[in-house]
């Protein structure tokens, strides 16, 4: 029997994974707006939108949780300005939006942002 799975792969092992995740949220932070492929714009999702939502309670300890996957500049922004913005909304922080594919390879690419 087929189980449903939780998250991608992206042909890479976990801390390969990992560090990749890490690397497209703190780029979301910092600039709100990426280009990358959809199934890694689709698998950045969830850990944009908890970082946020950890940063929507401003406490020491959330500043912490988030630290240990942001970099100090991305987490500044994101506790300075980003979660202000997100104050009185419930969720939806991100919008993914499909992108030409591109010519090399043949990839569907998409455009992930900050609403």
Do not use: W
Not at 12 to 17: A, G, L, V
Not at 83 to 105: C, H, M, N, V
């Amino acid at each position: 029997m087929n189980k449903g799975h939780k998250f991608k792969k992206l042909g890479r092992n976990r801390s390969q994974r990992r560090a990749l995740l890490k690397s497209l949220t703190n780029d979301l932070i910092l600039h709100e707006r990426i280009t990358t492929t959809e199934a890694k714009a689709k698998a950045v999702k969830p850990f944009a939108e908890r970082m946020i939502t950890h940063a929507k309670k401003g406490t020491v300890a959330s500043r912490r949780h988030v630290n240990g996957f942001l970099s100090d500049k991305a987490t500044k922004k994101l506790f300075d300005e980003v979660a202000g913005k997100y104050q009185d909304r419930q969720g939806g922080y991100t919008r993914i939006i499909k992108a030409p594919i591109r010519r090399s390879d043949v990839s569907k690419m998409a455009i992930i942002e900050l609403v």
